[in-house]
């Protein structure tokens, strides 16, 4: 078993005393800008990214993707104490979660929550230790036609998955291929849509995209609801923890049910947010006691969490092998990787084993410790939201100010910051996602890139998108992605037919 | 295709709520005329086929056509909805503290650019903690400062990342 062997060279490299450092920092700072409002896994690890230029990558790392497993983790404790979901993931978690608090029962929920959270993590990290290679393996045939419809088939799935309307998909997306053509071409060297503005030559980064959109739009979102914190206290003792662990297994079919939602939606740039809501529906519809669900039952907290933690963690896939990400978050460590130096892609495991095996190994140990943080810590995380919000807002908006600006030391940036909160706050309240836009910007210059060689390759004509089996299939996938909302509309008015 | 949202929301407009029918034909107005932007750079910059191939605006071009498509199908259906459409974009209540974040954000981005960061961070941070949140004086100046203080440290002396900085922090020598 070659994995096995990888994975223990990787124990190796995340087991030395300044990387478990960095892992605690990392799910310190994570559960942090998790319980906070206006901070997320995405923005957070965006605004933290420039300051680990200067660090070992698989450090960098580390910490990054810690950063993310904490925000997972803190995300519940906001859901189930005040009935604030902390992340847009944790929103399912509420439905039964906060019921749960008020009912005295908080401890059970958040010891509910943590333990499924871990369990999701960790059938994705181990689907990823023996897929990833075999994947990666797979795609060192890719050629550039192959990379397009795989980069195709990404972006079809966003139109066919999401809950919003697909002409509001589609625009999130345009927009943010379009602002990734701005600026120099690198192939021709030509400018495009600069308009001789010198500030738009190195075009727009995603990271002040993401900070805005995240970060600042977030935050005057939360000033519309008007935040006032009314929250249940919450103790965490080993009893009541082990209690709840006894009542767990009776559940593993819903374990089993969501990990395996929460994987393929992350795989496929579901993301986490519709994995945890749909694995909510699907619990409460399989349930033998549909009614008890949002009045304080177990199992809704169980199935969003297992489903968001699962989705999270397996977005790192496709991100690792193919160099594409399969949500924000995975987007913002992508474009830490390049930064480093490192091409993310099937290579990536040729090249830089260590890295990668570093990293995977660190995020089995990163949901221990974050498990393990998480259970202890409780309470003193819980003070953090008793801080009024006319603190909070003004500092998270210094925070997203200077991670905007060290991103390249530019003013221009905090400028844009503000206008893609501005478009954040718009898009929220009009239903446009602004995922595919983030990860539009991140793929676009490769994806055009891609596009053009295949384009050179055919003189031209599409016909290399089904010129051999490989290419043709994931095309016609891609395809069938795109269009599977009217699939879904056939089907469902057949049954409607068949069933009076 | 026409979008499948028509989702329940009549709820009903108060008095100086603003309808979600306005800002949508707003925003997918301005998304077109972006649209049109791409679709014309794109074109100035080449849209075929050059000695080394596809030209510059060869695939931006198409990005522009479907954004324009598509921006163009939620502006119609707004339209076509523009009467029956009774969704609540925001209600008044719920706008003014937008706007009460919004304005004191666009100054502090304005005087980041002359004054670097700490000053109207500290400004901005004791401004919402006396204004909303009704502190006394001291907390509100400790906090305001503080917190400006601890980002120096942090990013300055210890990461070595440099801020900007402003006329304030010159003559004190930075």
């Given at each position: 078993?070659?994995?096995?062997?990888?994975?223990?060279n990787g124990f190796?490299?995340?087991l030395?005393?300044p990387?478990i450092a960095?892992?605690l920092?990392?799910i310190?700072?994570g559960?942090?800008?998790?319980v906070?409002p206006?901070?997320?896994g995405?923005?957070?690890?965006a605004i933290?990214?420039p300051?680990?230029f200067?660090?070992n990558?698989?450090?960098?790392?580390?910490m990054?993707?810690?950063?993310y497993?904490?925000?997972?983790?803190?995300?519940?404790?906001t859901?189930?104490l005040f009935?604030?979901?902390?992340?847009?993931?944790?929103?399912?978690?509420?439905?039964d979660?906060?019921p749960?608090?008020?009912q005295?029962?908080a401890?059970?929920?958040?010891t509910?929550?943590f333990t499924?959270?871990?369990?999701?993590?960790f059938?994705?990290?181990?689907?990823?230790?023996?897929l990833?290679?075999?994947?990666?393996?797979?795609?060192?045939?890719?050629?550039?036609?192959?990379?397009?419809a795989?980069q195709?088939l990404?972006f079809c799935?966003f139109v066919g998955?999401?809950?919003?309307?697909?002409?509001k998909?589609?625009?999130s997306?345009?927009l943010?291929?379009?602002l990734?053509?701005?600026?120099?071409?690198?192939?021709?060297?030509?400018?495009?849509?600069?308009?001789?503005?010198?500030?738009?030559?190195?075009?727009f980064d995603?990271?002040?995209a993401?900070?805005?959109?995240f970060g600042?739009g977030?935050i005057l979102?939360?000033m519309?609801?008007?935040?006032a914190?009314k929250?249940?206290?919450?103790?965490?003792?080993?009893?009541?923890?082990?209690?709840?662990?006894k009542?767990l297994?009776?559940?593993?079919l819903?374990?089993l049910?969501s990990?395996?939602?929460?994987c393929w939606?992350?795989?496929?740039?579901g993301?986490?947010?519709p994995?945890s809501?749909m694995?909510?529906?699907i619990?409460q519809?399989m349930s033998k006691?549909p009614?008890?669900?949002?009045?304080?039952?177990?199992e809704?907290?169980l199935?969003p969490e297992?489903?968001?933690?699962?989705?999270?963690?397996s977005a790192?896939?496709?991100?690792?092998?193919?160099g594409?990400p399969g949500s924000?978050?995975a987007?913002?460590?992508l474009g830490?990787?390049?930064?480093w130096?490192?091409q993310?892609g099937p290579?990536?495991f040729?090249?830089?084993k260590?890295?990668?095996?570093?990293l995977i190994?660190?995020?089995?140990?990163g949901?221990?410790?974050?498990?393990l943080?998480?259970?202890t810590?409780v309470?003193?995380?819980?003070?953090?939201?008793r801080?009024?919000?006319?603190?909070?807002?003004p500092?998270?908006?210094?925070?997203?100010?200077?991670g905007?600006y060290?991103?390249?030391?530019?003013?221009?940036?905090?400028v844009m910051m503000?206008?893609?909160g501005?478009?954040g706050?718009?898009?929220?309240?009009?239903?446009y996602?602004?995922?595919?836009?983030v990860l539009?910007?991140v793929l676009?210059?490769m994806?055009?890139?891609?596009f053009r060689?295949?384009m050179?390759?055919s003189?031209?004509?599409?016909s290399?998108?089904?010129?051999?089996?490989?290419?043709?299939?994931?095309?016609?996938?891609?395809?069938?992605?795109l269009?599977?909302?009217?699939v879904?509309g056939?089907?469902?008015?057949?049954?409607g037919?068949?069933?009076? | 295709?026409t979008?499948?949202h028509d989702s329940p929301e009549?709820?009903?407009?108060?008095?100086g709520?603003?309808?979600?029918?306005?800002p949508?034909l707003?925003?997918?107005?301005i998304?077109?005329?972006?649209a049109?932007?791409v679709?014309?750079?794109?074109?100035?910059v080449?849209?075929g086929?050059g000695?080394e191939?596809?030209?510059a605006g060869?695939?931006?071009f198409?990005i522009?056509l479907?954004?324009?498509a598509a921006?163009g199908t939620v502006v119609?259906?707004?339209?076509l909805?523009?009467?029956?459409?009774?969704?609540v974009?925001a209600?008044?209540?719920?706008?003014?503290?937008v706007?009460?974040?919004?304005v004191?954000?666009v100054?502090?981005?304005?005087?980041?650019?002359f004054?670097?960061?700490y000053l109207p961070?500290?400004i901005?941070?004791g401004?919402?903690?006396?204004?909303h949140?009704?502190f006394?004086?001291p907390?509100?100046?400790?906090v305001?400062?503080?917190v400006?203080l601890?980002f120096?440290?942090?990013f300055?002396k210890?990461f070595?990342?440099p801020?900007?900085?402003?006329?304030?922090?010159?003559?004190?020598?930075?």
């Open positions: 078993m070659d994995e096995i062997n990888n994975l223990f190796a490299v995340a030395t005393l990387n960095y892992m920092i990392g310190t700072l559960v942090l800008i998790g906070l206006g901070l997320g995405a923005n957070g690890i933290l990214l300051l680990t200067s660090m990558p698989t450090s960098a790392i580390i990054l993707s810690c950063i497993w904490g925000a997972l983790f803190g995300g519940a404790i859901s189930i009935n604030i979901p902390g992340e847009p993931w944790s929103v399912a978690t509420t439905f979660g906060y749960m608090a008020q005295g029962k401890a059970q929920a958040l509910a929550a499924s959270s871990f369990i999701g993590a059938f994705a990290v181990a689907l990823i230790t023996f990833a290679p075999v994947l990666a393996k797979f795609a060192l045939n890719f050629g550039p036609a192959e990379y397009f795989v195709l990404t799935s998955m999401s809950k919003e309307p697909p002409a998909v589609i625009v997306m345009m943010g291929f379009a990734a053509a701005v600026g120099m071409d690198t192939v021709t060297g030509q400018l495009r849509m600069t308009y001789g503005f010198p500030v738009l030559l190195k075009g995603f990271l002040i993401v900070i805005g959109l600042i977030e979102l939360t519309e609801e008007g935040l914190f929250g249940k206290s919450a103790k965490l003792n080993p009893k009541v923890v082990w209690e709840t662990w009542t297994p009776q559940y593993w819903t374990f049910r990990t395996a939602i929460g939606m992350g795989i496929t740039p993301g986490a947010t994995a809501f694995s909510y529906g619990a519809r006691d009614e008890s669900f949002g009045k304080g039952q177990i809704g907290v199935a297992t489903a968001a933690h699962a989705a999270g963690t790192l896939l496709p991100m690792l092998t193919l594409i924000p978050t987007a913002v460590l830490g990787l390049m930064i130096g490192l993310p290579m990536l040729v090249e830089h260590d890295f990668v095996w570093g190994a660190s995020m089995y140990l949901n221990i410790v974050g498990l943080v998480v259970l810590t309470p003193y995380w819980a003070a953090f939201l801080i009024p919000f006319s603190v909070i807002a500092v998270i908006v210094v925070i997203c100010a200077i905007a060290t991103v390249h030391s530019a003013m221009f940036d905090v503000m206008v893609f501005l478009v706050y718009l898009f929220k309240k009009l239903k996602p602004m995922a595919p836009m539009a910007l676009g210059d994806a055009e890139a891609s060689q295949s050179l390759m003189q031209g004509s599409l290399i998108f089904w010129s051999n089996g490989l290419v043709g299939g994931i095309f016609a996938l891609a395809m069938l992605m269009v599977w909302p009217l879904g056939i089907v469902g008015a057949l049954r037919k068949a069933a009076p | 295709m979008t499948p009549q709820e009903e407009a108060s008095a709520a603003t309808l979600t029918r306005g949508e707003v925003v997918g107005l998304i077109m005329g972006l049109g932007m679709i014309t750079d794109s074109m100035r080449g849209i086929w000695d191939g596809p030209q060869y695939f931006p198409y522009g479907i954004l324009l921006s119609v259906t707004t339209l909805k523009w009467g029956k459409s009774q969704a974009f209600t008044r209540e719920e706008l003014v503290p706007f009460q974040m919004l004191p954000m100054i502090y981005v304005v005087a980041m650019v004054l670097g960061i961070s500290a901005l941070i401004y919402f903690m006396r204004h949140g009704k006394a004086w907390p509100s100046l400790g305001s400062i503080g400006p601890t120096f440290l942090v300055e210890w070595l990342v801020l900007p900085k402003g006329p304030i922090e010159n003559m004190l020598g930075f």
